[in-house]
């Protein structure tokens, strides 16, 4: 069974950072390319990054480039989100995702198939 299971939110001052990780299983790892994403309380969901396991090749929205960092390692089928400088408007569920790499790497986000259960990222001022 493909599963996906986010872990490592929880609350923070802003300023602060915090790490999420994304343990991948069920997956031929190498194939997929990882996503991470959130929504906050009445908004739609923001593609925030992804990684193609195969090639190291990452992607960010605007809303958190230079803040926040993708990885992946792949010994652990692990992909992780570093999220500094974290704000406010920073707080809400954070959802890790899967899709074949041959979709990513043209510069948006496409519809990812597989979806973890999501962990809170609270941020306050």
């Known amino acids: 069974e493909d599963k996906l299971v986010e872990s490592g939110g929880g609350l923070v001052q802003a300023g602060g950072s915090l790490r999420l990780s994304c343990v991948a299983s069920?997956?031929?790892?190498?194939?997929?390319?990882f996503g991470w994403f959130r929504q906050a309380p009445g908004k739609e969901r923001e593609g925030l990054s992804y990684?193609?396991?195969?090639?190291?090749?990452?992607y960010y929205a605007d809303s958190v480039k230079g803040r926040f960092t993708i990885s992946s390692d792949n010994a652990k089928n692990t992909v992780y989100l570093q999220m500094n400088s974290l704000k406010p408007e920073d707080t809400a569920v954070y959802y890790c995702?899967?899709?074949?790499?041959?979709?990513?790497?043209?510069?948006?986000?496409?519809?990812?198939?597989?979806w973890g259960q999501g962990t809170q990222v609270t941020v306050s001022s």
């Open positions: 069920g997956f031929s790892f190498d194939r997929y390319g």
């Open positions: 990684i193609k396991s195969s090639d190291g090749s990452t």
């Open positions: 995702a899967a899709v074949l790499s041959r979709f990513l790497g043209y510069g948006f986000f496409p519809t990812f198939d597989y």
